[in-house]
């Protein structure tokens, strides 16, 4: 049986000007054929000779063979570059003459010329392979990892209700929750995170700073600067809403208070009733 989209060990059935037509070696319709075109033949090769090739379909639809090697195949993840975004999607650069499409529908964020996504293989309503970025079932959940652990992992979706979902070493399932969304996350992000918990179905939730007598320093830091971005004087304090130290900061209120403790101990701030003083 011929396998769209996978590689496969054919026989040579045919030979012809153009090419030579393949068949599954230990299939019983010898008549299910398809074409490898001449300029991919191996030199030398004769009938009966196996050749090892992929499956997919060519620029008129027809199932066509190549000896060259895809970047993705059906059952596996890939990143792929993006090389254009047209009218029904992106088009991705797998490796093959035939550009894979990306539908738009099959998108979880915005795709861009130029960047990367994440994405699994499969055969549409049409007998064509397509390129999608819902992989969340495809993702394993039986990471090597343990809490505190530092993971590299690919944002390929940020649900603002819920959280960035993360394909650590893009194939383990993982979360940041929306409570640890400190930053700019987007899709299509590669980031280094921390594990803080390893789930009983196996999938990680991560957080991108570290614990919080290690995050102090670095907030401390980090807000000092802040504070002398606006001259010297931050026009608001630890008394301010969670929201809006949030957006200001990325920081908790917690985090924030500790950054300003902090630096109240070591001498660097003054606290007035409503802002923040650099000394």
Known sequence: MLRLGERQSLEIVKIVDFGVYLADPAGHDREEKVLLPGKQVPPGVKLRDIVDVFLYRDSSDRMIATTAQSKLVIG?????????????????????EKDLLL???????????????????????????CASMDIYHDLACDSPYQKDDKVTGFIYEVNPELGAFVAVDDCYSAMIPKKEMYGKLVTGQEITARVTEVK???????????KAYLQMETDAEKLLAMI?????????????????????????????????????KAGKIEIAENTIHAR
């Open 103 to 129: 539908p738009f529908k099959e998108q979880l964020g915005r795709v861009r010329a130029g960047e990367e996504c994440l994405v699994k293989l499969y055969v549409d309503k049409s007998k064509r392979l």
């Open 76 to 96: 596996q993840l890939a990143r792929l570059k993006v090389k254009q975004v047209g009218k029904i999607g992106a088009f991705l650069d797998w490796g093959l």
């Open 200 to 210: 009983p179905d196996g999938k990680l939730s991560l957080s991108v700073r570290e």
């Open 228 to 264: 002398e971005e606006y001259d010297g004087v931050l026009p608001f304090n630890d008394k301010a809403s969670p929201e809006l130290i949030r957006r200001e900061t990325q920081m908790s209120k917690n985090e924030f208070k500790r950054a300003v403790g902090n630096l109240l």
